[in-house]
């Protein structure tokens, strides 16, 4: 019998940088924010929060807001994103959901 080599590593969810993990819905989601390219607001820091579920299943995505950051240097905005409260990371995921 042939042995075969490890199982294929999942895709990394998220390019952005992981702030935290909640739970909800029985289940554990990273927590990212992630930052766009707006050449035309080249002074500014736009970021959204991206929402993955830890146990992502074939064929499942994560989960996005809208831009909800808009700070003028990178720093503020990850700072902006550290400060949302677990409660209101799962509102913001709750929003993202289909019904």
Same mark, same amino acid.
């Given at each position: 019998m042939r042995r075969?080599?490890?199982?294929?590593?999942?895709?990394?969810?998220?390019?952005?940088?992981?702030?935290?993990?909640?739970?909800?819905?029985?289940?554990?989601?990273?927590?990212?924010?992630?930052?766009?390219?707006?050449?035309?607001? @080249?002074?500014?820091?736009? @970021?959204?929060?991206c929402f993955s579920p830890s146990d992502l299943n074939a064929g499942e995505r994560p989960t996005r807001t809208t831009t909800l950051i808009v700070e003028s240097t990178y720093e503020d905005a990850i700072r902006k994103a550290q400060s949302f409260e677990e409660h209101e990371l799962v509102g913001l995921l709750r929003s993202t959901l289909p019904d």
């Open positions: 075969s080599g490890p199982p294929p590593e999942l895709p990394v969810p998220s390019d952005g940088q992981h702030l935290t993990t909640i739970s909800y819905g029985g289940r554990f989601w990273d927590v990212f924010v992630e930052f766009e390219q707006d050449p035309a607001s @080249a002074e500014t820091h736009r @970021a959204l929060i």
